[in-house]
């Protein structure tokens, strides 16, 4: 059984444009979670989706977005990048939409430019 | 607001010695909390979470409310052991877990 898959591994970008990462939970998990860890730093929450419904969303602004599919993949969605931007994205999964103990993707990294 | 302090952003240790990791967290209300681990080159993956209360590779951990901690204890470090650890907290906000800033742990032959 796979476990969580993020693509791409790695992207580098330049700062205004815009980025789409993906992410494909466990099979049978119906919540993914999204997190940005900026080198040297714990990873900070940024959405979680849960049955296609926002459910969480963490201090970021409104150029970050996401969205969860009818097959409960998702996509984290950032516009008008900036350097600060620049970080490894990660994606969790887990079969209920609360009480984590997530399973973690292996992240892509955004370098922008 | 939730927040998770480890104070330690390096531990070294020789093999067989004892290590605590610390961690300190605020939460106003009832937390779970978890400690993550990043081997080198591999994802983060649970390590153990409070409510379970099991052992997993020798580690412990138990939250103590009264000094709003949950240190993680080995009695016997193991090379292998030699990892990013990180404490989190899910609280309020429906699944999302604050991390603190991590520990790298060096376990020396």
């Known amino acids: 059984d796979a476990g969580v898959t993020q693509s791409p591994t790695h992207l580098i970008k330049t700062r205004g444009q815009q980025v789409t990462l993906r992410c494909s939970p466990i099979?049978?998990?119906?919540?993914v979670s999204w997190y940005q860890q900026v080198l040297g730093q714990g990873p900070q929450f940024i959405f979680q989706?849960?049955?296609?419904?926002?459910?969480g969303r963490g201090n970021f602004p409104d150029r970050f977005s996401a969205r969860q599919f009818p097959n409960y993949s998702s996509e984290l969605n950032v516009n008008a990048l900036l350097l600060g931007d620049s970080a490894l994205y990660l994606c969790?999964?887990?079969?209920?939409?609360?009480?984590?103990?997530?399973?973690f993707g292996s992240g892509t990294r955004l370098t922008v430019v | 607001a939730q927040r998770v302090t480890q104070p330690e952003k390096l531990l070294s240790v020789f093999k067989g010695a004892p290590v605590e990791l610390k961690c300190n967290y605020s939460?106003?209300?009832?937390?779970?909390l978890f400690w993550y681990v990043q081997y080198s080159r591999q994802r983060l993956q649970l390590l153990l979470r409070?409510?379970s209360r099991e052992s997993i590779k020798g580690f412990t951990a138990d939250l103590n409310k009264g000094e709003t901690s949950f240190h993680l204890k080995k009695p016997f470090a193991q090379e292998e052991d030699s990892a990013m650890y990180y404490c989190?907290?899910?609280?309020?906000?429906?699944?999302?877990?604050?991390f603190g800033q991590g520990t790298i742990l060096t376990v020396h032959p």
């Open positions: 989190a907290l899910s609280g309020t906000s429906y699944g999302k877990l604050t």
């Open positions: 409070h409510i």
């Open positions: 989706y849960y049955e296609k419904e926002e459910r």
């Open positions: 969790a999964s887990g079969i209920t939409g609360g009480g984590p103990g997530y399973t």
């Open positions: 939460y106003s209300g009832s937390p779970e």
């Open positions: 099979s049978g998990h119906k919540s």
